[in-house]
């Protein structure tokens, strides 16, 4: 299990393009309900990421 360093660079990749998603919604000053389900549909998907890449038999990169 753990985070090898490219599992980790592709979803802090996947974590800059949820933050962009957030902050063009909040532009306008409002977050409709189709941003805010487009927002937590993009969250729960890297959530299964994390957790799939946690739990997967590769070894993690450990750094000293």
């Known amino acids: 299990g753990g985070l090898n360093e490219r ?6 990749k996947q974590q800059g393009h949820i933050d962009n998603m957030e902050n063009k919604a909040k ?3 409002t977050v409709t309900k189709k941003e805010r389900a487009k927002i937590k549909h993009a969250q729960d998907r890297a959530s299964g990421h994390i957790t799939r890449e946690k739990h997967d038999r590769q070894q993690s990169v450990r750094y000293q």
Not at 7 to 12: C, G, I, M, T, Y
């Open 27 to 29: 532009a306008d000053g």
């Open 7 to 12: 599992e980790a660079a592709r979803l802090n």
